[in-house]
């Protein structure tokens, strides 16, 4: 079992950054690739980011490249997601996530992750 837990949404203004963390516990982090997707009111979730056991393969949906930064650290059992130059179209509930299944290269469907944290809310301000 691996147990996922959020942290550092909030409100920003547009332009603005925010440092999201998800902080894990069960199963040897290092095991597993980490995601992040997102959803906002009416929509479904999507594909934000992920990257792999080690760290050195990553993913980005096309909506966030050159703005978003996954990465991870194993020893501190952390994932993270840095949001720069936000825009309003971010806002959403931001979710952490754990494939568990032994695939080696990151994915972006939503039906791989076998675990998932609670999330976090994201706000940004026009």
């Known amino acids: 079992q691996v147990q996922l837990v959020e942290s550092g949404g909030g409100l920003v203004q547009a332009g603005g950054s925010l440092r999201l963390s998800c902080a894990a516990s069960g199963r040897a982090f290092s095991t597993y690739i980490v995601g992040w997707f997102r959803q906002a009111p009416g929509k479904e979730r999507e594909f934000v980011a992920s990257i792999n056991r080690s760290g050195g393969r990553t993913r980005y949906a096309d909506s966030v490249k050159g703005r978003f930064t996954i990465s991870r650290d194993n020893a501190e059992k952390r994932g993270y997601l840095q949001m720069n130059s936000l825009k309003s179209e971010d806002t959403a509930v931001y979710y952490c996530?754990?494939?568990?299944?032994?695939?080696?290269?990151?994915?972006?469907?939503?039906?791989?992750?076998?675990?998932w944290g609670q999330g976090t809310q994201v706000t940004v301000s026009s």
């Open positions: 996530a754990a494939d568990d299944s032994g695939n080696v290269l990151p994915t972006t469907r939503r039906d791989a992750y076998d675990y």
